[in-house]
């Protein structure tokens, strides 16, 4: 009985060796499975890592060495921007750069006063010395083809009638020189018919006797037009028998010769007529009594307001033009 039970103690430990010895190779297998499995994942995030780690490290990368030269796909930053002495191209068909085509500040040349041209200044201009002779003539008052009436001073003279132009000389200021080195400044006042040449002045005798005896009688003399500092403020006249239906006007005492004169029709102006009695025309009417514009050779416009249509009456203004 007793060798019975120890060999049956024997025959369990031989089975339960088999079985942990069978359990410790499964489990060992399973270990080596689970081993197996695990290797892939890890070569794939270390494969991540790497690929992470090369792209952060681009922006701390050491500057490139002389021999090792850029790829032509990336040009280098010289290649991009130019260089300081560098010229930019032009480009084609002598266009300039967007920078060299930026429209200046406009300048102040809209405020200045238009210079004088040959529509404005006519026959008689600024800056220019004319050849001619001068005459004498008995003048009375002073009155003459201008209209202007009786004259206070008799510095006064008629123009030949090429140079008087249908009355643009009237009221002209004119400096005259004789050969002798004498001189005399004059306004225009009148008219000198043929047989007076272009260039000619006929003088009163007062002003004649200025430059020598009024019995020389013709004298070679030469001529300039000026714009003096001594002269008040410009009147206005309406001619006689002037009415809303048709009236004429006149300026009086302007320092610059009269290119035109111009009323306000309606809601704009309209430049009259002039004549050769130095007035100007508006043969229905329109914008007589109204306000008034004159410019003279130089450019520059005044306009008067307040002007009654008052027949042969002259009626001052506040308004002079600027001294040339």
Avoid at 71 to 99: D, I, L, N, Q, V
Avoid at 159 to 178: H, I, P, Q, W
Wanted: charged letters at 15%; one cysteine or more; glycine letters at 10%.
């Amino acid at each position: 009985m007793q060798e019975t039970r120890q060999a049956a103690r024997q025959r369990r430990r031989r089975r339960g060796l088999i079985v942990g010895t069978t359990t410790g190779l499964v489990v060992t297998g399973l270990l080596a499975c689970l081993v197996m499995t695990m290797q892939p994942d890890h070569k794939e995030a270390a494969g991540r890592a790497s690929a992470t780690a090369v792209a952060d490290s681009q922006g701390s990368l050491p500057p490139t060495s002389p021999a090792m030269k850029p790829s032509a796909a990336s040009p280098s930053a010289p290649s991009a921007t130019p260089s300081a002495g560098a010229k930019s191209p032009t480009p084609a068909g002598g266009a300039t750069s967007p920078r060299a085509t930026t429209p200046a500040t406009p300048s102040s040349a809209s405020k200045q006063k238009a210079p004088a041209t040959s529509s404005l200044a006519g026959r008689i201009r600024p800056k220019s010395t004319r050849q001619g002779v001068a005459t004498v003539y008995k003048a009375g008052v002073g009155d003459g083809a201008c209209s202007y009436g009786p004259s206070d001073n008799m510095m006064i003279a008629a123009m030949n009638t090429t140079d008087y132009e249908t009355s643009k000389a009237c009221g002209a200021y004119v400096l005259v020189r004789a050969a002798n080195g004498a001189s005399v400044t004059v306004r225009i006042t009148n008219e000198c018919p043929l047989p007076c040449a272009p260039g000619q002045l006929d003088l009163s005798e007062q002003a004649f006797a200025k430059l020598v005896p009024v019995s020389t009688g013709r004298i070679a003399i030469t001529w300039s037009l000026l714009s003096p500092d001594t002269a008040g403020p410009i009147s206005i006249r309406y001619k006689n028998g002037s009415s809303p239906y048709w009236c004429g006007i006149q300026a009086i005492g302007h320092r610059n010769p009269l290119a035109r004169l111009e009323v306000r029709s309606g809601s704009g102006w309209r430049q009259l007529t002039r004549t050769g009695y130095n007035y100007f025309l508006s043969p229905n009417g329109s914008g007589c009594g109204g306000a008034i514009r004159i410019t003279d050779i130089y450019g520059e416009r005044l306009t008067v307001n307040g002007i009654a249509l008052r027949p042969d009456a002259v009626q001052p203004t506040q308004v002079q033009f600027a001294q040339h």
